[in-house]
């Protein structure tokens, strides 16, 4: 097993830390019941690919879990699970996207929309709906509407503020062939 740098255990409390400021004083409310429209997932998306899934899993699991601690209502554990599985499989889409290589131009903005659109389509009208019912009892139609607002809401707002955090990360970053002598 590879063990954690200080560089991603840092990060992971940055980013739990980040991601329950956002989650909890950011939240805009939406027309459906105890769901928000949430910017944290853009941050949790971006952290996930610079720091890989371990990292964006623990960061979407206590991030989560925090922000439903202290809002009083207790921690529902099925949406926290679920920011934890979309930050594991931004973690695992980070592959896909070389942003240690510094390629985030037009091509790495699609593929890492397209990736973060597919999880949280996973996340949302699998992961959490699923352990609603089986962990709360929740009734369906009430889950299909939550997780259709959240799906979308949480995919635009990944969409916006993640492409602007990805694209500022990798303009810091050497490009390859750069200190070349030409």
Same mark, same amino acid.
């Given at each position: 097993?590879?063990?954690?740098? !200080?560089?991603?255990?840092?990060?992971?409390?940055?980013?739990?830390?980040?991601?329950?400021?956002?989650?909890?004083?950011?939240?805009?409310?939406?027309?459906?019941?105890?769901?928000?429209?949430?910017?944290?997932?853009?941050?949790?998306?971006?952290?996930?690919? !610079?720091?890989?899934?371990?990292?964006?899993? /623990?960061?979407? /699991?206590?991030?989560?879990?925090?922000?439903?601690?202290?809002?009083?209502?207790?921690?529902?554990?099925?949406?926290?699970?679920?920011?934890? !599985?979309?930050?594991?499989?931004?973690?695992?889409?980070?592959?896909?996207?070389?942003?240690?290589?510094?390629?985030?131009?037009?091509?790495?903005?699609?593929?890492?929309?397209?990736?973060?659109?597919?999880?949280?389509?996973?996340?949302?009208?699998?992961?959490?709906? !699923?352990?609603?019912?089986?962990?709360?009892?929740?009734?369906?139609?009430?889950?299909?509407?939550?997780? /259709?607002?959240?799906?979308?809401?949480?995919?635009?707002?990944?969409?916006?503020?993640?492409?602007?955090?990805?694209?500022?990360?990798?303009?810091?970053?050497?490009?390859?062939?750069?200190?070349?002598?030409?």
């Amino acid at each position: 097993m590879k063990k954690f740098s !200080v560089k991603t255990m840092v990060a992971i409390g940055i980013g739990a830390a980040l991601f329950f400021v956002l989650g909890r004083y950011v939240a805009i409310p939406s027309p459906v019941p105890n769901t928000t429209i949430s910017v944290q997932y853009g941050l949790l998306a971006f952290m996930a690919v !610079v720091y890989g899934p371990i990292a964006g899993a /623990l960061i979407g /699991l206590i991030g989560h879990a925090l922000i439903d601690f202290s809002a009083g209502w207790g921690i529902w554990w099925s949406w926290v699970i679920a920011s934890g !599985v979309f930050g594991l499989l931004m973690g695992f889409a980070a592959k896909l996207l070389k942003m240690d290589e510094a390629e985030m131009g037009k091509k790495g903005l699609v593929k890492f929309n397209i990736s973060q659109v597919v999880c949280h389509l996973l996340c949302w009208f699998l992961v959490a709906p !699923v352990l609603d019912v089986y962990m709360m009892g929740e009734p369906w139609d009430k889950l299909l509407a939550q997780g /259709l607002v959240a799906g979308i809401a949480n995919a635009v707002t990944t969409a916006i503020v993640g492409s602007l955090l990805c694209v500022a990360y990798a303009a810091t970053k050497t490009k390859a062939g750069s200190l070349t002598k030409e």
